[in-house]
């Protein structure tokens, strides 16, 4: 690497475990100084799009043999991924990623009691908290740019109900003849994909570790 801020690397953990493409170098990268970050591209886990989800996914696909806490991601870190990291990946990372004044309000509320109860330590950080505790349903509040568009379980800017009934209907129709076959080339495919990655990686030399867990 030629210069530390000349790559961006959007991190995708759930699309590596589906599509079995192995595990970016998440540590080898921070220690770089490279910019990562936290990307959704598609409904993976559980069928969502859910960033608080992918945080503990992250905290926890990059856990190495060992004890060094230097040599896994911290929880500053892995937010750090999810805000700063992922604005730099785009064209407005000078006015997105953190709230300061002349940047865009992009923020989330989370219900601290959907967190903390019934019961936690007082001596949690409040970030170990709301990465390892928070889900979903804690968001209160989802502000883009100022503008609030998710309040209290519902979203300001358009009708679920009406969105859903609508690509229900789009999605009940018979399958064109261009989808017809592509669904056939895909399955066709598969055994050349198959073969191309069947000698891929030599799994004899990372026993008895899972290859994420291994050493090797």
């Known amino acids: 690497f030629k210069q530390k801020t000349a790559y961006e690397i959007p991190k995708r953990d759930w699309s590596s475990d589906v599509c079995s493409s192995d595990l970016a170098a998440l540590n080898f990268f921070e220690k770089k100084g490279i910019n990562t970050a936290i990307g959704l591209d598609e409904a993976g886990i559980n069928d969502d799009r859910d960033m608080l989800q992918e945080l503990k996914l992250v905290l926890r696909a990059h ?14 870190q892995v937010l750090r991924m999810a805000t700063v990291g992922g604005a730099r990946t785009t064209p407005y990372g000078t006015s997105l990623g953190t709230l300061e004044v002349g940047k865009g309000a992009d923020m989330v509320l989370i219900d601290w009691d959907k ?7 007082e001596l949690t950080p409040t970030l170990d908290a709301v990465v390892q505790r928070a889900k979903n349903d804690a ?4 502000m883009c740019d100022g503008d609030v568009i998710y309040r209290d379980g519902k979203f300001t800017k358009v009708d679920r109900t009406a969105a859903l009934k609508a690509l229900h209907d789009d999605l009940a129709k018979a399958l064109s003849d261009d989808e017809v076959e592509r669904r056939k080339l895909s399955v066709a495919l598969l055994p050349h994909a198959r073969r191309f990655y069947e000698n891929y990686i030599d799994t004899s030399k990372h026993q008895p570790f899972y290859r994420p867990s291994s050493m090797v």
Not at 63 to 76: C, F, I, L, Y
Not at 115 to 121: I, M, Q, R, T
Not at 139 to 142: R, S, Y
């Open 115 to 121: 967190v903390a109860y019934p019961y936690l330590d």
């Open 63 to 76: 856990r190495v043999p060992g004890t060094v806490e230097a040599d896994v991601p911290t929880m500053a």
């Open 139 to 142: 968001v209160t509040m989802t």
